[in-house]
Nanobody, 127 residues
Framework: QVQLEESGGGSVQAGGSLGLSCGAS????????MAWFRQVPGKEREGVGS???????FYPDSVKGRFTIFKDNTKNTYYLQMNGLKPEDTAMYYC?????????????????????WGQGTQVTVSS
């Protein structure tokens, strides 16, 4: 089992930056693929990036060049650095991990492919 907990959400003005953290505990050695998702009420959960065990990252066009995922293996912590934030980035942000020893699927961010989820942290971007 893996437990995930996000932190770092808050409010920021458009154009600003915000960093989120995802602390992992439990069988973290089995975590090969981790991703960040976001969700607005009434809409489907949307992937904003993933990082594989080899450090390879993937971002959808909506956030590419603005969002960066990185990890600190010594702390079992994953990060989402968000720059150039826009009001449309407002959402609840979640970190997620695939089932044990499962690599990321390059170019895909499907919520139902992820097994473990954090509780979410709210990001609000004002214009």
């Amino acid at each position: 089992q893996v437990q995930l907990e996000e932190s770092g959400g808050g409010s920021v003005q458009a154009g600003g930056s915000l960093g989120l953290s995802c602390g992992a505990s439990g069988n973290t050695y089995s975590m090969y693929c981790m991703a960040w998702f976001r969700q607005v009420p009434g809409k489907e959960r949307e992937g904003v990036g993933s990082i594989d065990s080899d450090g390879a990252t993937f971002y959808p066009d909506s956030v590419k060049g603005r969002f960066t995922i990185f990890k600190d293996n010594t702390k079992n912590t994953y990060y989402l650095q968000m720059n150039g934030l826009k009001p449309e980035d407002t959402a609840m942000y979640y970190c997620a991990a695939r089932s044990p020893f499962t690599r990321c699927t390059r170019g895909r961010l499907q919520p139902d492919s992820y097994t473990y989820w954090g509780q979410g942290t709210q990001v609000t971007v004002s214009s």
